[in-house]
């Protein structure tokens, strides 16, 4: 297949979707790929009211975001591949991709934009591998998406919003939530969220992990253990729980096995999830014409996903000469300082600072 | 550890709260029905500022300024209290009555109780503090699924309330 002047987005989450309606608004063609069955991404199971500003869409619940976007999608005629996985990206962007399991393609893009996500970190414990045991995204999957209930009495590891947020949900869905674990001495959500499920009677263990998770053929109960200040478990601090699920809310990270085949240049920043492909304030990584958006651009929210998509989109149709030099960087300065609003503040700056690291590192190395 | 108390605890201690631009004095209580926001951390949200018709929540600029709250201003009205997607606003009214305040709170639990109801009020960490009287549901579409509930319960618990045991 050959194109001219093709836009390829592959993801079709927050970012992704974003990316390809900017690009199309000024009449970029645009394919976007994703490997699921339907678009949106992790949108369709946030069924939260976001925080933000009315330019963020404050206050409207991620699902809601999900169909805007998915409107604006089909009222722009983009063209919208699911159920076709990407595995590969030649150096001149053949992008080769595999629909349905079945067809092989190739398609020729001038420019692509990854926005692949991220998937959930997992740790290790006796006893991780019995069923039962889920990523905490998984379990909000289920009750959100499937509307089936993964157990009735759920442990959550992980303080920061993701363990937070789901720990809300699994009540609503009309689960127990038994108690929520954080290693660290301090809870690493929002304290509007925190506050929410501990009005709600649900427990915090700071300074805790688990030890070890019981069953024979499924989880029955779970051990945790109280961490010392070098996070060591203290011996007699043990405490069993009973509980027939375990949900972990451990971090996630950066989707990059895309960017690493195309030859992107990575740096590692641990704060926003670990290697991560160095780009530009257009979102341009080191491989000429290939973008990137969204968590695989580092560990954030769909609200910044949804801003970075535009950036890609903006500059990767102003690169196939569809927005003038001016509007071009009008409208990216725009998106920059609605994504400065965003990154401030006490949880904030910390990614800002970081995000402000990774694109020094793109000045030295261009 | 007081101070510490919304990091380790999980919800603020009262002394948090008094240290937080926008909460209540016992003066602005008597007044009538006021928005009372629990919200001490400074994330990047201001729809309580965008939703208040009398301009008296102000966030600013930046976003993650904590909100202040001008209690001359406001009415009670309870607007702000579904459009906070913190969940972290309710509505209190010491005057309610000669023996009982009033307290209107976001809920987005099913199933949902019924006006007249009895349910039991609870404090920030979950603990059972006393019955109140369902007085009215909220749950226009302008709130967007999260409800509004009012409960009327006895004064002298007035400012350990903010919300109920779920059904």
Not at chain 1, 60 to 65: D, K, L, N, V, Y
Not at chain 2, 1 to 21: A, C, D, F, R, V
Request: a negative charge; hydrophobic letters at 40%; glycine letters at 10%.
């Amino acid at each position: 297949m050959n194109n001219n002047g093709l836009i390829v987005v592959i993801g079709a989450g927050p970012a992704g979707l974003s990316a390809a309606i900017e690009a199309a608004k000024v009449g970029a063609k645009v394919i976007v790929i994703d490997e699921n069955e339907k678009p949106g991404g992790q949108l369709f199971k946030q069924i939260h009211k976001f925080f933000g500003s009315k330019e963020h869409k404050a206050g409207t619940r991620g699902i809601e975001i999900g169909v805007q976007l998915l409107e604006e999608t089909a009222k722009l005629n983009i063209e919208v591949w699911l159920n076709t996985e990407v595995c590969g990206i030649e150096n001149n962007r053949e992008i080769w991709v595999i629909r349905d399991k079945k067809q092989s393609v190739s398609l020729k893009a001038d420019k692509i934009i990854l926005a692949t996500g991220a998937i959930e970190n997992a740790v290790v414990f006796p006893g991780w591998t019995l069923p039962g045991v889920v990523g905490a995204g998984a379990a909000q999957t289920m009750i959100n998406i499937s509307r089936v209930l993964p157990g009735k009495k759920v442990l959550m590891l992980g303080s920061g919003n993701v363990g937070v947020i789901v720990s809300y949900q699994l009540l609503q869905a009309g689960a127990e939530v038994v108690a929520i674990v954080e290693a660290s001495p301090r809870l690493g959500g929002y304290g509007v969220h925190t506050a929410k499920v501990c009005r709600a009677g649900v427990p915090f263990y700071t300074s805790h992990t688990i030890s070890k998770v019981i069953g024979e053929t499924k989880v029955e109960a779970a051990e945790i253990v109280k961490l010392d200040g070098n996070w060591k478990p203290i011996p007699g601090t043990e405490k069993v729980l009973e509980v027939d699920t375990v949900c972990l809310a451990t971090g996630l990270n950066p989707l990059t096995e895309l960017a690493w085949i195309a030859g992107c240049k990575f740096h590692y920043i641990p704060e926003l999830g670990g290697h991560l492909p160095i780009h530009n304030r257009a979102m341009e990584t080191t491989v000429e014409g290939i973008y990137v958006a969204g968590d695989i651009s580092g560990i954030e929210e769909a609200s910044t996903a949804m801003e970075e998509g535009r950036l890609a989109g903006i500059n990767g149709a102003a690169s196939l000469g569809l927005i003038e030099e001016i509007e071009r960087e009008k409208l990216t300065q725009e998106v920059w300082d609605r994504l400065d609003a965003l990154r401030c503040g006490q949880f904030g700056q910390k990614r800002k600072d970081a995000k402000d690291r990774l694109l020094a590192v793109e000045k030295e190395v261009v | 550890m007081e101070k510490q108390y919304l990091k380790t605890i999980g919800s603020p201690s009262l002394e948090e709260l008094k240290n937080s631009p926008a909460f209540p004095t016992e003066e602005d209580y008597k007044k009538g029905p006021i928005a009372v926001i629990e919200c001490i951390e400074e994330i990047p949200c201001n729809p309580c500022e965008t939703s208040c018709f009398k301009g008296a929540i102000v966030v600013g600029k930046p976003i993650t300024n904590l909100p202040q709250i001008d209690f001359q201003k406001c009415v009670g009205c309870g607007i702000c209290v579904a459009a906070c997607p913190g969940l972290a606003i309710y509505i209190k009214d010491y005057t309610y009555a000669e023996e009982e305040a009033l307290i209107s709170f976001p809920y987005e639990y099913l199933p949902l109780p019924k006006v007249g109801d009895i349910v039991t009020l609870a404090g920030r960490r979950g603990e059972e503090i006393c019955e109140g009287k369902v007085t009215k549901i909220n749950n226009t579409k302008v709130n967007n699924h999260t409800v509004v509930l009012s409960v009327s319960f006895p004064k002298n618990n007035f400012l350990e309330v903010i919300t109920m045991k779920r059904l």
